[in-house]
């Protein structure tokens, strides 16, 4: 019993720290994309970061001779990779062009909410009071962020529309993703959706070639790096992350970079936060440590007769025990899981 302990724990922890993973270098993004999106236009620096990532993906698949998902992931990996590859990749750039920093990171910070949502209702995902409680707060310190860092310009409706319309394809993708990790490895639904979303941005090809010749080297390298890092291993950690645990406290856990962006921003651009920016990424921090804890178990009682110290219900009655964060081992499968498939 102790080494079952044991092996959740190491379990618990290694993803928890594939999703710390995939928060940092989602977080350094906001920078490169900055010095990218100088040089290139939404729909060019999206495919030439897909391109970069499908690039490196297939490498490491080709070595691991990860091969083909199964034909029952193909659905999942389809979606996400339409929706959170590619149709949200281009959304967020372009509306990113329209409003300033503050209002897009408010507008598109509405995704985990609708993740936490959509799994409840497709995924049959539980909603307990630690993580309704740990998003509530960090919604609010993400709000707060966008408040001290939005400039006088002024955002226009057509920015706003596109900021949510990313957040809403970012909660669908991510939603998706999940039932097919129950059949495929993470770098498997990782690469074959990179692909599907290279495929559906292809008509920017043109553009992508015609801006990469007149494109400064640095603005180049940037666009690489959205490829290898923050898209090929973030993405990657993130699905590693989400087959162990549920799509609403993963989605919380996002609520994170603001935060990280607000202190890379001030070491790599020298911008200085204000005490409001400062106070409201404290408050994303703290709400992910909410969302990510669970509670502490109760010791046993010992009555006469009982099971012996350290045994649980489920090994009394022979029923499955509950994988990392109360989440089902990956591969089983319910109610919910199985609407996810058919109707997601």
Do not use: H
């Amino acid at each position: 019993m102790n080494s079952a302990r044991r092996a959740e724990r190491r379990t618990r922890g290694a993803a928890a720290g594939a999703a710390a993973v995939s928060v940092v270098l989602w977080a350094s993004a906001f920078v490169s994309i900055r010095s990218a999106g100088d040089a290139y236009s939404p729909g060019a620096l999206a495919l030439g970061r897909l391109l970069s990532g499908v690039a490196v993906l297939g490498i490491v698949c080709a070595v691991r001779r990860e091969g083909w998902p199964p034909r029952s992931a193909w659905r999942g990996i389809a979606i996400s990779g339409v929706l959170w590859f590619g149709f949200y990749m281009v959304v967020l750039n372009w509306g990113e062009q329209q409003v300033d920093a503050g209002t897009a990171a408010m507008v598109v910070n509405i995704g985990p909410i609708l993740i936490a949502l959509l799994g409840a209702r497709l995924l049959g995902d539980l909603l307990p009071p630690r993580l309704v409680t740990g998003m509530a707060v960090s919604f609010a310190g993400a709000v707060t962020v966008g408040l001290s860092m939005s400039g006088e310009g002024g955002s226009s409706v057509l920015g706003v529309v596109l900021c949510l319309l990313a957040a809403v394809g970012y909660a669908g993708g991510v939603v998706a993703q999940k039932p097919a990790l129950a059949r495929a490895s993470a770098l498997q639904v990782t690469t074959f959706g990179c692909a599907i979303g290279a495929v559906v941005c292809l008509p920017f090809a043109g553009r992508l070639v015609r801006e990469t010749a007149e494109a400064p080297l640095s603005a180049t390298l940037n666009m690489v790096y959205l490829g290898v890092f923050p898209t090929a291993l973030a993405f990657t950690t993130w699905a590693y992350a989400l087959a162990r645990t549920t799509a609403g406290r993963m989605g919380a856990t996002t609520y994170a970079v603001p935060a990280l962006v607000v202190g890379m921003s001030w070491l790599a651009l020298g911008e200085v936060p204000a005490p409001l920016t400062l106070a409201g990424g404290a408050l994303c921090l703290a709400g992910v440590a909410v969302s990510r804890s669970g509670p502490r178990a109760a010791p046993p009682v010992p009555t006469a007769g009982a099971a012996p110290a350290g045994a649980t219900g489920a090994e009394m009655t022979g029923a499955s025990p509950a994988g990392p964060s109360g989440a089902k081992t990956p591969g089983t499968t319910t109610a919910g899981a199985a609407g996810a498939e058919t109707g997601t």
